[in-house]
T-cell receptor, first 117, second 115 residues
Framework: GAVVSQHPSWVICKSGTSVKIECRSLDFQATTMFWYRQFPKQSLMLMATSNEGSKATYEQGVEKDKFLINHASLTLSTLTVTSAHPEDSSFYIC?????????????FGAGSRLTVL | AQSVTQPDIHITVSEGASLELRCNYSYGATPYLFWYVQSPGQGLQLLLKYFSGDTLVQGIKGFEAEFKRSQSSFNLRKPSVHWSDAAEYFCAVGARLNTGNQFYFGTGTSLTVIP
């Protein structure tokens, strides 16, 4: 149980275009999802918290107009990288919070590697 | 302040040898502790977790971890490493439910397994 599907797993786009990444909880409802960015050889950096039915909460230094997050249902959150530039190339990982024995457990998607040419 | 420290950036072990990855945390309350593994180009997979009770927890793929409150540690161990264990390992501390969405990750330990 508690599977998170992320799509696409790999995307290449031209500079200036927008890219949408989907994060779905397959067998549970996730009122809260998280979006992380990971640079090579580094840990995960939390970008934003996605809350179903309300605006996302962005971490300091993350441009909300650049990284649009929509959490329209209890099983789907999307991250749209708008007007992508080469410096946006990265590995983006989503996760959803499941409740196990009263505690938060994060289940992660497989990640999406974005390459901006 | 809450934090997670993984002192070893990179570890190399021989296949069949034992493994211990260190994790120290700083957290104001009783922590929920996790170990995740990330294979190259992949997302994170939960190896094991500690919530309460027995301080020695068993996980998948033959891994175990021991919670030592006095040392604020949650070290990951495996008695005999396989080549497929080569990956990045992240220790994490999680907040209790309804106190926010705090999840603190360590910087990771990269494991190389040599034949």
């Amino acid at each position: 149980g508690a599977v998170v599907s992320q799509h696409p797993s790999w995307v290449i786009c031209k500079s200036g275009t927008s890219v949408k990444i989907e994060c779905r909880s397959l067998d549970f409802q996730a009122t809260t999802m998280f979006w992380y960015r990971q640079f090579p050889k580094q840990s995960l950096m939390l970008m934003a918290t996605s809350n179903e039915g309300s605006k996302a909460t962005y971490e300091q230094g993350v441009e909300k107009d650049k990284f649009l997050i929509n959490h329209a249902s209890l099983t789907l959150s999307t991250l749209t990288v708008t007007s992508a530039h080469p410096e946006d190339s990265s590995f983006y990982i989503c996760s959803a919070r499941a409740t196990v024995s009263g505690a938060n457990v994060l289940t992660f998607g497989a990640g999406s590697r974005l390459t901006v040419l | 302040a809450q934090s997670v420290t993984q002192p070893d950036i990179h570890i190399t072990v021989s296949e069949g040898a034992s493994l211990e990855l260190r994790c120290n945390y700083s957290y104001g309350a009783t922590p929920y502790l996790f170990w995740y593994v990330q294979s190259p180009g992949q997302g994170l997979q939960l190896l094991l977790k500690y919530f309460s009770g027995d301080t020695l927890v068993q996980g998948i793929k033959g891994f175990e971890a021991e919670f030592k409150r006095s040392q604020s540690s949650f070290n990951l161990r495996k008695p005999s490493v396989h080549w497929s264990d080569a990956a990045e390992y992240f220790c994490a501390v999680g907040a209790r439910l309804n106190t926010g969405n705090q999840f603190y990750f360590g910087t990771g330990t990269s494991l190389t397994v040599i034949p």
